[in-house]
T-cell receptor, first 112, second 115 residues
Framework: KQEVTQIPAALSVPEGENLVLNCSFTDSAIYNLQWFRQDPGKGLTSLLLIQSSQREQTSGRLNASLDKSSGRSTLYIAASQPGDSATYLCAVTALNAGKSTFGDGTTLTVKP | EAQVTQNPRYLITVTGKKLTVTCSQNMNHEYMSWYRQDPGLGLRQIYYSMNVEVTDKGDVPEGYKVSRKEKRNFPLILESPSPNQTSLYFC??????????????FGDGTRLSIL
């Protein structure tokens, strides 16, 4: 059974810092990995999706990498801002298509 | 506006009273899925549907039913709700027929309390 772990569970940084969030998964037989953002009381917003054949994806200040063989992904946030404060979740989709497993998330606080 | 719409957003009900949470998407997505989110347990998949009339179990399907009679709708049915089904529920959809290649879009959630 796939297990997804996110470290750290919580992170507090001053505004302007670059930071890295980590996601690891136990079964490397995945089709893709997706990073989401969740604000309190809200649904999930997709940030980046990496296909299993890709190594990284970039969107603005966000960069996500994938090392499928080692079962790891990182989300890099450059020049963090208070508006980046949220919970960040990673999810892997299985090769059998359709089945998704989520990590517990990293709660990020960016202090002005 | 492209969106996934869940109703109701909030519901308080009692044990054993059948209820349905509706989910509708206007993006012509083939793939739809239901999740529940609980403190300390994260987001867990209940059921998913690859296309009309095709559904499959996720990790926590017990106590739930789904149906996919048309592409846009994917209702979640609790035939006999129990307090352990108190949770925050999310519906999601994706453009790919396999759900593999495209990002999932989420609804705003349904907060369900069963007394």
């Amino acid at each position: 059974k796939q297990e997804v772990t996110q470290i750290p569970a919580a992170l507090s940084v001053p505004e302007g810092e670059n930071l890295v969030l980590n996601c690891s998964f136990t079964d490397s037989a995945i089709y893709n990995l997706q990073w989401f953002r969740q604000d309190p009381g809200k649904g999930l917003t997709s940030l980046l999706l990496i296909q299993s054949s890709q190594r990284e994806q970039t969107s603005g200040r966000l960069n996500a990498s994938l090392d499928k063989s080692s079962g790891r992904s990182t989300l890099y946030i450059a020049a963090s801002q208070p508006g980046d404060s949220a919970t960040y979740l990673c999810a892997v989709t299985a090769l059998n298509a359709g089945k998704s497993t989520f990590g517990d998330g990293t709660t990020l606080t960016v202090k002005p | 506006e492209a969106q996934v719409t869940q109703n109701p957003r909030y519901l308080i009900t009692v044990t054993g009273k059948k209820l349905t949470v509706t989910c509708s998407q206007n993006m012509n997505h083939e793939y739809m899925s239901w999740y529940r989110q609980d403190p300390g347990l994260g987001l867990r998949q209940i059921y998913y549907s690859m296309n009309v009339e095709v559904t499959d179990k996720g990790d926590v399907p017990e106590g739930y039913k789904v149906s996919r009679k048309e592409k846009r709708n994917f209702p979640l049915i609790l035939e006999s709700p129990s307090p352990n089904q108190t949770s925050l529920y999310f519906c999601a959809s994706s453009t790919s027929g396999t759900g593999r290649g495209q990002p999932q879009h989420f609804g705003d959630g349904t907060r369900l309390s069963i007394l």
